[in-house]
């Protein structure tokens, strides 16, 4: 462990609150001293929610430690039980409570309590994080609670078109969608409606909404759809093997992958995929002239694996971008990562330092950066626009307007998440550009409707750019000086490549061993580099 002001992801047991708080009637005893409740702030501050977590602290304090914590467990336990009388119990302990060692879930193991299924979660907080921890989370309730249903060994897989002999629509599960990934609810209702259109019917979604008698329908449906393989891949493995149900494993984001998502899942199900007339924008505007801007500009993405990957694949291969950076904190899907890179040309960033990532972020020079929230505080400080496309979040990116990131629909709000912050930045070079024509000057801004300014009697006691002193040169790190002139001609150009234009001129300077960059040593760097 290190100490660090961010982080990418929380401790397991985050994770496994993650999935007690998307469900409906499942309660989640955490053995955990007084200072780690702070995870209730994630649902009530973050995703808005109007009601706490289900959750129970046993929060032991410094003084229980000489005592006995374990009989504070069972109390706990005991009062929860009563208090909430869950469907399902869910007993853990924090990183904290880890080093005390009074394994609470064997102690719930041995008590009566009435019968409900009580799931002992194992979760290591010095080696494992949030996503494993709802991942494993996630595959231990569904396990414990469908172990009664397991056919016996050499009973023949159910055919996924099976719904045919039955006479029924075809009927799929929807695993993975959970509280504090990125849009999860929309994407729901997205693909909920996408998946009726093609005739075809969702039995089960898990984690989120569902209660524990859901998860024992699991088996009744004829596939699997795993939305978000950082949650759903090992249950959905867990399923093929233990019931041989398939698995379709397309994550549906963007144009590309929304089409070989629902033929492959019409073609697992014995279904003719149906035709959409243009459903989605993107497309269109792809195809039009004012789409030529957006041709290999500079994209760097970073996120969790699922959306990390989609938004390689629609930056490269729907928008025309350039992707020049793409990694993610992912460990557990590096591979999937390194393999989408490797395509691009590029070598995948897997790390979950998020100062390594803002250095990279930097030495690519994009124009325009896809990543989480932290992303898109290093890209302001780097003066470049940037989209939020995966957790970890904040508050506006968790809207209350319907705003998916998968499906037709989603399509467009890619679209417009992505294409806008290039066309304001466009803007904002053009008006910084311009700043100066007298169109712009007070008492002649014709631009605008209401016509020019009344003058006032006052005096102006701000100096006229004309009477303004000149700008003191700018010194580096390495002892270059820009010149005044210098530092002018390079505000001339786009914020969104001035960086690179500054670290160019540089090393130009340094090669020839100059001391001072003035404007003609911009224009003589420029130069040379285009030869």
């Known amino acids: 462990m290190e100490l660090t002001l961010w982080t990418y992801e929380g401790p397991p047991h985050v994770g496994a609150l993650r999935i007690a708080t998307s469900m409906e009637g499942v309660h989640y005893v955490l053995h955990a001293p007084q200072g780690d409740t702070y995870a209730d702030l994630l649902f009530t501050m973050i995703e808005r929610r109007d009601k706490r977590p289900p959750v129970t602290y046993t ?7 000489g005592g006995d914590t374990a009989e504070l467990v069972k109390r706990s336990i005991n009062q929860a039980v009563e208090r909430f009388q869950p ?111 093609c005739g075809i019917d969702v039995a089960v979604v898990a984690p989120m909404g569902a209660r524990p008698a859901d998860l024992q329908r699991i088996p009744t449906a004829d596939a ?33 992958a929304t089409i070989a998502f629902i033929e492959e899942l019409c073609g697992l199900v014995g279904l003719e995929p149906p035709h959409f007339d243009e459903p989605s924008r993107l497309p269109w505007y792809s195809r039009s002239v004012d789409s030529t801007y957006l041709t290999s500009k500079r994209v760097f993405i970073f996120g969790d694996a699922t959306h990390a990957i989609a938004a390689a694949k629609i930056a490269s291969q729907e928008l025309g971008f ?19 890179a490797k395509e691009l040309g590029l070598e995948a960033i897997i790390t979950d330092d ?49 705003s998916p990131q998968m499906g037709w629909e989603g399509a467009n709000v890619i679209f417009d998440s992505w294409v806008h912050p290039l066309m304001m930045g466009l803007e904002e070079h053009l008006i910084g550009m311009f700043r100066h024509d007298f169109e712009f000057v007070d008492g002649h801004r014709s631009h605008l409707g209401e016509g020019a300014p009344t003058q006032t009697s006052e005096p102006q006691a701000q100096a006229t750019p004309a009477q303004a002193p000149p700008a003191a040169p700018t010194a580096t790190l390495e002892g270059l000086v820009w010149s005044a002139d210098g530092e002018a001609e390079l505000a001339k150009i786009p914020f969104f490549v001035r960086s690179k234009v500054r670290r160019n001129t540089e090393t130009y300077a340094r090669e020839r061993q100059l001391q001072v960059i003035d404007s003609e040593t911009l224009y003589e760097a420029k130069a040379h580099l285009s030869r």
């Open 224 to 256: 699997n759809v795993c939305l978000y393989p950082e949650i759903a891949a090992p249950v959905c493995s867990w399923l093929e093997r233990s019931f041989g149900m398939a698995t379709v494993r397309t994550v549906p984001i963007g144009i590309g």
């Open 87 to 197: 469907e399902a119990l869910l007993v853990g302990e924090s990183c904290t409570a880890e080093l005390i060692q009074d394994q609470p879930g064997a102690l719930a193991a041995g008590m009566a309590l009435g019968g409900i299924p009580v799931v002992s979660l194992d979760l290591p907080a010095y080696s494992k994080k949030e996503n494993w921890g709802a991942a494993e989370t996630l595959y231990q309730l569904v396990r414990g609670l469908l172990k009664d249903q397991i056919p016996p060994p050499g009973t023949p897989a159910p055919s996924a078109q099976r719904w045919q002999q039955e006479g029924r629509r075809p009927r799929v599960n929807l695993l993975g969608p959970s509280l504090l990934g990125f849009r999860c609810r929309d994407d729901i209702r997205e693909i909920t409606g996408l998946l009726d259109r």
């Open 59 to 65: 929060t032991f304090q410094a003084r229980d430690l």
């Open 322 to 340: 350039q992707v020049v950076g793409l990694g993610s904190y992912s460990r557990e899907l590096a591979r999937e990562v390194r393999a989408a």
């Open 354 to 402: 998020y100062l390594a990532v803002e250095k990279a972020m930097a030495e690519a020079s994009p124009e325009l950066v896809l990543g989480t929230q932290m992303e898109r505080h290093s890209a302001k400080r780097l003066g470049v626009p940037c989209a939020v496309i995966s957790s970890p979040l904040h508050v506006q990116d968790v809207p209350a307007r319907y």
